[in-house]
Structure formats: structure tokens, C-alpha cells
């Protein structure tokens, strides 16, 4: 079953401005990651944050995670074209021997 | 970043044929790779556990014998399609867990089948 569900399904922006995608889970958690597929391709890692961790920085991404209410949310700023994709959180359960559970999906499409 | 390669990208076949993809970490030893189908705009769903030298794990509802999965070596996976029919179109992706890189998995391009 699926362990994250993504909101929104998907979203259509404007270049230059912010994009928000949120993630829910159900399981407690040792890591959660977000990872970026592009049409008919594999996955490419993007940030990966601790169950102990808050908030993380990584270039234009910023993800937060709240693991009391099992949530965590990716912000893309000042988004180019070349973002259009899909994102996905994954999620290590707690004892779950390094498996990662994926999310639905939101599709970021980001019009020039 | 660690590579993972994946052949073919694409394959089409007829019903009741085999079909075998492969996936190769090409910079690293990984003892574990993983198996994921997906759906068109759908997620990855986990398939199996591929861990080098030993039986591989299937997720519940998967087929052992409709999906072999062979991990003969420290960098190479295969998934084998036995018997392919028209419900087993997908796109199949392998990864794999790179010894020094923590939790995150690197993944192959990705097969796309198509069984006719």
C-alpha cells in the first residue's frame, strides 16, 4: 500500500515563482526523501531529512518535515522551465531495513 | 553521483515470451538492488528486494515464479518477465543503495515494456 500520499496531484506555475508540494505518510519514519523523475525516466535524489531533523536547505529546495503530523513539504523557489517534472517523497520506516515506500506523485509543470 | 545503468530502455514482444532486463551499478559494488514497477502517473510500487548472492524478497501480491529475479554479482540484477502478456506492460525500474551514500537509492533509466 501506499505509504505517502502527494498534494497536489499536480501543479502548473509560472516561471520565477515558488512551488509547493506537501507529502503525508503514515508509518513512524527513519528518513524521508524527495526524489524528481522526469517523462519515462528513473529517479534522480534530490534531498533526503532525518525523523530528528526539522528543516533542510538544499540550493533553491527547501523541505521541512513534521513527524508529528507525519508530513513534509518540498518548496522549489524561483522555478524554471527545466523544473517541470514529477516529485515524489519516499519514505524508511523505522526497522524497515533501508526500504524506501513511495509517494503518489505531484507533477510540477513550470510554463515559460 | 553513483551510476546506475539499465538495459534495454525499451522493449516490445509478443505474448508468452521472456523478456530480461538488467541493471548494472557501474561504479560500485551493491548488494542490494531493488525492483519497482510503475503505472503512467502512478508511483513506484515495490516489487522485490534483489540482494547479491541469495533468494531475492517479493512484496506480497508478486509473482516469484512470473518475475525472476537473479542477483548473481555484486553489480549486476536482472528481472526476467516470464510468459509476458498484455497486462504486464509497465515501466520497470531498478536501484540500488551505493555503500557510502546513506539511505538514498540511484536509479536506472528505466525499461518501458510493451507486450503485444
Known amino acids: 500500500s501506499q505509504q505517502g500520499e502527494e498534494d497536489p496531484q499536480a501543479l502548473s506555475i509560472q516561471e520565477g515563482e515558488n512551488a509547493t508540494m506537501n507529502c503525508s505518510y503514515k508509518t513512524s519514519i527513519n528518513n524521508l526523501q524527495w526524489y524528481r523523475q522526469n517523462s519515462g525516466r528513473g529517479l534522480v535524489h534530490l534531498i533526503l531529512?532525518?525523523?530528528?531533523?526539522r528543516e533542510k536547505h538544499s540550493g533553491r529546495l527547501r523541505v521541512t518535515l513534521d513527524t508529528s503530523k507525519k508530513s513534509s513539504s518540498l518548496l522549489i523557489t524561483a522555478s524554471r522551465a527545466a523544473d517541470t517534472a514529477s516529485y515524489f517523497c519516499a519514505t524508511v520506516s523505522s526497522g524497515s531495513a533501508r526500504q524506501l515506500t513511495f509517494g503518489s506523485g505531484t507533477q510540477l509543470t513550470v510554463l515559460p | 553521483g553513483a551510476v546506475v545503468s539499465q538495459h534495454p530502455s525499451w522493449v516490445i514482444c509478443k505474448s508468452g515470451t521472456s523478456v530480461k532486463i538488467e541493471c548494472r551499478s557501474l561504479?560500485?559494488?551493491?548488494?542490494?538492488m531493488f525492483w519497482y514497477r510503475q503505472f503512467p502517473k502512478k508511483s513506484l510500487m515495490l516489487m522485490a528486494t534483489s540482494n547479491e548472492g541469495s533468494k531475492a524478497t517479493y512484496e506480497q501480491g508478486v509473482e516469484k515464479d512470473k518475475f525472476l529475479i537473479n542477483h548473481a554479482s555484486l553489480t549486476l540484477s536482472t528481472l526476467t518477465v516470464t510468459s509476458a502478456h498484455p497486462e504486464d506492460s509497465s515501466f520497470y525500474i531498478c536501484?540500488?543503495?551505493?555503500?557510502?551514500?546513506?539511505?538514498?537509492?540511484?536509479f536506472g533509466s528505466g525499461t518501458q515494456l510493451s507486450v503485444l
Open positions: 536501484s540500488a543503495l551505493e555503500p557510502t551514500g546513506g539511505e538514498k537509492l540511484f
Open positions: 561504479d560500485f559494488q551493491a548488494t542490494t
Open positions: 531529512i532525518r525523523s530528528n531533523e
